[in-house]
């Protein structure tokens, strides 16, 4: 099984700027991507980053691009996204996921196996 722990979140006020994590154990993959994905109160869960394992494929949401940045250390098996210029419409419910056997940094939900249990971001106006 793979294990996915999302930390970082918290509290920040308007244009302030946070860093999450994702760290992942249990079984390896020789490759895979990593997402980010968030869900606001009332809200569909909607994609926001995607990276894959070399790197060199990265996709965004238009509504993060430019303030958010995606990277991942593949020798820490741990993603990272530096959250920058924060809006109040950022406040939700940040989770991480992998997608095994793939090196299309794919916005589609179905296409990650492997999610964490989320990490609260709130942006205070």
């Known amino acids: 099984q793979v294990q996915l722990v999302e930390s970082g979140g918290g509290l920040v006020q308007a244009g302030g700027s946070l860093r999450l994590s994702c760290a992942a154990s249990g079984r390896t993959s020789s490759t895979y991507v990593m997402g980010w994905f968030r869900q606001a109160p009332g809200k569909e869960r909607e994609f926001v980053a995607a990276?894959?394992?070399?790197?060199?494929?990265?996709n965004y949401a238009d509504s993060v691009k430019g303030r958010f940045t995606i990277s991942r250390d593949n020798a820490k098996n741990t993603a990272y996204l530096l959250m920058n210029s924060l809006k109040p419409e950022d406040t939700a419910v940040y989770y991480c996921?992998?997608?095994?056997?793939?090196?299309?940094?794919?916005?589609?939900?179905?296409?990650?196996?492997?999610w964490g249990q989320g990490t609260q971001v709130t942006v205070s106006s």
């Open positions: 996921a992998r997608r095994d056997g793939s090196s299309s940094p794919t916005d589609r939900q179905e296409g990650y196996a492997y």
């Open positions: 990276i894959s394992w070399s790197g060199g494929r990265i």
